[in-house]
């Protein structure tokens, strides 16, 4: 009964993806005031009757000085009959930062709380299986933010608040500020209020959006907007009077005072510089290389070139595996040969801007990208003192500026970033001008100084700091076209607002921004500090009180007495000891010794019934149901003493785990392993079942030449550009080609699908595995589990890659952690599978390793003749094992032990497995594995979910063997043959 109504309640509900683009001000290095538009708010995948609307949109703008901040309060609406998750995406300009958001609970809003990312995906994921209203923002890659909501009920609607805070450009004279109105277009309500403190004369209003009725008050002035059916013609500027003076202001954070300030810097006349004879031009070359402004790339680039005149460049072309693009001679500026090779460069690929070495006799590099790094663990070059590099982006919000701006900041050079053709020549006088320089910034009073940016851009410099006196000095060296000059700035603990320590904040983590994995700890501490979403932290809402003592998380303020008294009542949960939690695991390793060591009956009689069932019901590759007859022994798992430690394995004849793993992307349809045989060992022979896709693309590409494989797949592209299955079907069909370069890149393309899913990167991370590339997989898998460490498959996933790479000291010391951790209970049954594979590589490790550490009861190799373990990509599904022996007995979930002493652990119906099937020793005959989808109950609709099976012969010891297989299942209740293993 039990296992039925498991059945029974599994469900799939739809997805509502919302895309919320924010126009991009212009940052602090960004040199153009052109605005390119986002996509529209909303967009829907997966299926569903009726698009969510947006029923209401709120607009508040309040600017202090060239600060702005803007709270958007939104009213989702979901009219289908279903429940649906929200995710909200939405990319920031550079000078952009979200500083706070909001979820309706029981119709009012109550404010997020910061939280470590890992953290805050894992108790969203938590609480969402339990049904209950959470809600997460958190940074994806670059400024690229994601909001997830649920649930949005059924003809039901939620209210979001978002609070984005900027720091305004400067140009002739006042602020400008971009309001994003045009991307509210449809919403049923919307209203705009603008407040502006300080200002002695009124915004002016650009764009089509229409006059706004500003009034004046003591304060300044202010405006409001309310319209229906909301349509927008085009979009909205607005331009605030700029002091020409110094301003400073303060705030409070924690106790501590900061203080920033404005200092409007007269521009002089700077002249061109000449760029040097000899440069090396870094060209992006990745997937998302295509959202950038090649064109006017290019006319920047025909500017630099005619200043430089006569001279010679290098070219490296940057994907997921860096390549040498030549040598061009340019004369009088004249570089159309390599601006040829530039325009028909293939942008695909991942991106790993680290591939390239310097080279002593260049002095200048020109980085072109949109500083999106996701492949590749090699730090970023550093360069000599007498080097420099200037970074180039086109990309606008789909860039990751602060990471260029940090690299290039550090290395002498800085960021040219602008959008459209109206920024143009502010780009190239950027880049090409002497321009004014900060060379140093020493505080009195004053510590921890940052600069929004080391150039001094549109006469505007902004420096913000932490006061350790009352009053202090700031002292600034400017260099100006080779000329130095010094500026003091005297500073107090005045108190303007929040905004003034959130600055200091954001412009501290731009800073090291540039080697984000170096300055990981930092920049979450930060964050977590000053409630700013970065890399490392998230904001969180709960729904239940009872969750923020449950989590340990912090409430925010308006709760804080609730659950302290809630606290006082329950007191805290206290995790189970480790010692208790081993204690736990020993138990479960022993039971398992015990079936390894009890021999099952290998007759042909018993299991007669059996056979002759399944015998009618196999013959295609989908099974049906197969009832396990009473006459079927099958042995009690008895309880036993703790095992005595392992005896010393045989290490000398093995050529080591890695050198046995194997692809069947390599393999021809059909192929067979046959593993060699010793005198009184089981001799098995592994079939994989070639699975091919049956799409029209996929027959395209069959069809064709190995060497026209890729200029097609090249053709049929942006038809799936957002395809996980067509990526690797294609990787798959070229390595079956044998063009394992081209291979490679378009299995990459996996790390810049979606940004910062665990479950794409978790299938790049095993399609690496198969195609042996050890390092980029232990890479990936690394990511994976500083994503998502609350999953143990995460840590099991690296430990297996650390051993295929030779690394196995690390691989048993991960296994061992996953062993002994403690997990969400969905999880029971991983840690045994742990300590098999951990014991399997001590077992066949070449050299002895230090096992010093784990406990002795679970040191025990258990030798197998037949192996298969399975795994898969997506979260709350349901993927079953089934392998039927030659008697005709199926193992899978309902019969977890068969006659002949097969055995299967425990069923996964939460997701990702893995599940494994066990044999100590194999009777002669035909065993069939196959992979069942039953079904999922994700609240997000997904593809063909992905499944990984290993296939294993003489496990755990030195003629271990193993297969592996990469396949697609797409709807409930389908199997299919996954492959054989025929026993000698």
Known sequence: MELAMRRITQFTASVCLITLGFASLVPAQQVSSNVVLQPPLLQVSGKVDTPVSLHSADVGIEVNGGFATTTMLLELRNPNNRVLEGTLQFPLGSGQQVVGFALDIGGVLRDAVPVPKARGRQVFES???RGVDPALLEQTAGNQFRLRIYPIPAHGSRQVRLVIEEAMPRETGAWRLAVPVQLLSGADEFSLRVRANGISSAPIVEGSFGALPFTHDAQGYQAVVRRTAFRPQGGLSLRFPASTKPMAYGGTHDGEHYVLAEVPVPQFSASNRTPPSKMGLLWDASASARKRDRDGEFMLLDRYFKAMGNGRVSLRILRDVGMDGGTFEIRNGDWAQLRRVLGTTVNDGASDLSDWTPDPTITEYLLVSDGLQDYGDKPFPVLEKNQHLYAINSAGAASDGARLAALADARGGRLVAWQGR??????????????????????EGVSDLQAESRHVDAGLMRIAGRLTEPTGVIRVTLDESGHRRDITLPVSAATNGDYVPRQWARWQIAADAGEPERHRAAIARLGQQFSIVTAGTSLLVLDDIADYVRYDIAPPADLRADVARLQAEQGKRRDASRSERLDAVANAFAERLVWWKTSFPKDRQAAQKVRDKARSESDSTTLGSVTVTADVAQPAMAMAPPPSPALAAERGASEGFARNQASVALLAPGVVHKAAKAEGETVATIRLQAWAPDSPYAKRLRAAPADQIYALYLDERDSHVDSTAFYLDVADLLLQKERRVEAMRVLSNLAELDLDNRHVLRVLGYRLMQAKQWALAVQTFRQVLGMAEEEPQSGRDLALALAASGQRQQAIEQLYDVASGEWDSRFNGIPAIALNEMNAIIATSPKPLDTSFIDRRLLQNMPLDLRVALSWDSDNSDMDLWVTDPNGEKCYYSNKLTY???????????????????????????????????????????????????????????RQQDRTVTLRLSGKDESVLVGEFEVE
């Open 900 to 958: 002949q002493g097969g055995l299967i652990s425990n069923d996964f119906t939460g997701g990702y497995g893995p599940e494994e099937f066990v044999l100590r020793d194999a009777k002669p005959g035909l065993y069939r594995v196959e992979a069942h989808y039953f079904g999922d109950r994700q609240q997000i609709v997904t593809g063909a979910t992905t499944l990984t099976l290993s296939l294993s012969t003489g496990w755990g010891t030195p």
């Open 127 to 129: 609480i969402e299986r």
């Open 422 to 443: 109206n920024g143009l020549d502010a780009a190239a006088r950027a880049l090409l001008g002497h321009g004014t320089r900060i060379v140093t910034m020493r505080g």
